[in-house]
């Protein structure tokens, strides 16, 4: 990817007011910015200066400190200029338009979001893996997943994957090399033990894929979704869960009408538990004395949104009412489930029915009986969503891996897969066997950004915050 080094600008520091606030320069000469901002100022590079920040008449913004970086000793491999000053938004945006004032000869213009960290990779001071976790560093949600990103911001992700591309690389090289020298009839996979190099990658790349699918949970989470018929106890469930008040709760049937949202942390991984409002048919239960309970307009909307929540859901919590057991409806809601979306049956108010708290693995679906009010089962609940989450404590340095990266493990691995059934064939395939491993090392390239197209990296920093 060819970029034209143009002087860059932007307020690097998060919008709002704060003790300090940093505006970031970055270009391949900022000797003419520098002195049109500062005149006759001479920086040690990485070193700080405190003095005055001026308009072009003189007249004083800030006093803050000023730290110059030569190429390519800093974060872009550029020149970059860092003025810190006081964090008021006001403030950074007159110390901003100075400098694209100041700049403006040279060229200096505002940044797009993330390219600060696009010009970083693209100088070769960040691998795609190290910048993608630059973003993750900063939007860590939870002790865990700041600890798996600084793992893969100081490059152990990167590491692993170059060492599994070194051990293709050299088996390439062995079987292009037999391709190359036919006439020495030398029986290829026997001599050069191909096969066990092989299975040693594959099992190699089985491991790695284990890490980064943990490190994803850290990052993504699972979005958990609570459905079931009204006034069976999913808001108390998510009050339960989050150790908060959270959502309303009442006797009163259909009390929650649009989704409720709450982040919990289970073990580090995050679950986005979503409440939704209680599913029901016109007419599915009368009122004492024969009164139907009509649903009204607002209610069948919030029960629309609620189907497409399930839609859109990693884990189904399909809470049922222990007290008075299924019914025809609980049937109906089943029915409508999205197929290969993990459900849990959860049998709420056994302080009611009399039920202990359990767990109970059966064919249709794990049923777990709990009481949301009680708290009682609780714990049963959270550690079912960490099984189904594939989640272990392994105690090794997990990798906060994006989609794309396990998407390519699995090509990876599908092409390794494919390589091992031609090398069962001896040296018939070896051509065949060759491509495949020529495949396999793509795939893995394109994780630290060695075989990436110009568009996933538009995609991946355009996702950056502007100043980073």
């Given at each position: 990817m060819i970029y034209e080094p143009i002087p860059i600008a932007a307020i690097a520091t998060a919008p709002g007011r704060g003790g300090i606030g940093v505006v970031r320069i970055s270009g391949k000469d900022l000797g003419p910015v520098i002195r049109a901002l500062f005149n006759d100022t001479q920086f040690k590079p990485r070193h700080a200066t405190?003095?005055?920040?001026?308009?072009?008449?003189?007249?004083?913004i800030d006093q803050g400190i000023a730290i110059y970086f030569k190429a390519p000793h800093s974060y872009t491999g550029e020149d970059v200029l860092e003025l810190q000053g006081h964090g008021g938004p006001v403030v950074m945006q007159m110390l901003l338009s100075r400098c694209l004032e100041a700049g403006q000869a040279a060229g200096l213009r505002l940044a797009e979001p993330g390219e600060f960290t696009q010009r970083a990779f693209l100088n070769d001071k960040l691998d795609l893996a190290q910048a993608e976790a630059v973003s993750d560093l900063i939007e860590a949600s939870t002790e865990a997943a700041a600890k798996?990103?600084?793992?893969?911001?100081?490059?152990?992700?990167?590491?692993?994957?170059?060492?599994?591309?070194?051990k293709v690389v050299n088996l390439r090289m062995l079987v292009e090399a037999t391709l190359d020298f036919p006439e020495e009839e030398i029986d290829f996979l026997e001599k050069s033990n191909a096969r066990g190099q092989l299975s040693t990658i594959q099992a190699a790349l089985q491991k790695v894929f284990e890490q980064a699918a943990q490190g994803a949970l850290l990052r993504q989470g699972l979005n958990v979704v609570l459905a079931g018929q009204p006034n069976v106890g999913k808001s108390s469930l998510l009050n339960a869960l989050a150790g908060?008040?959270?959502?309303?709760?009442t006797p009163i049937a259909g009390t929650t009408r649009d989704k409720v949202t709450e982040t919990i942390h289970i073990e580090g991984i995050p679950l986005n538990i979503i409440d939704t409002a209680g599913?029901?048919?016109?007419?599915?239960?009368?009122?004492?004395g024969g009164i139907v309970n009509a649903i009204d307009a607002v209610e069948r909307i919030g029960i629309e949104r609620t189907w497409a929540e399930v839609e859109k859901a990693d884990v189904i919590l399909h809470l049922l009412d222990a007290s008075r057991g299924p019914t025809r409806a609980d049937e109906a809601i089943v029915a409508r489930f999205p197929d290969g979306v993990p459900v849990i049956r959860v049998w709420n108010k056994i302080d009611l029915s009399g039920h202990h708290a359990s767990v109970d693995?059966?064919?249709?679906?794990?049923?777990?009986y709990?009481?949301?009010?009680?708290?009682?089962?609780?714990?049963?609940?959270?550690q079912e969503l960490l099984r189904i989450a594939g989640w272990e404590q392994t105690g090794e340095s997990l990798y906060l891996a994006r989609e794309r990266h396990l998407i390519a493990l699995k090509h990876a691995h599908e092409h390794l897969q494919q390589a091992a059934e031609y090398a069962a064939q001896n040296d018939?395939?070896?051509?065949?066997?060759?491509?495949?491993?020529?495949?396999?090392?793509?795939?893995l390239n394109s994780i630290t950004g060695e075989f990436t197209s110009d568009d996933l990296l538009g995609v991946i920093f355009s996702r950056f915050c502007i100043g980073k």
């Open positions: 405190y003095l005055p920040f001026t308009q072009a008449d003189g007249s004083v798996s990103a600084s793992q893969s911001l100081s490059g152990a992700f990167s590491r692993v994957i170059h060492e599994l591309v070194d908060d008040d959270v959502a309303i709760v599913i029901r048919h016109e007419h599915d239960d009368a009122e004492p693995p059966m064919e249709d679906a794990t049923h777990i709990l009481s949301a009010q009680d708290h009682v089962g609780i714990d049963l609940l959270r018939q395939l070896l051509d065949l066997f060759a491509e495949e491993l020529r495949l396999t090392q793509d795939r």
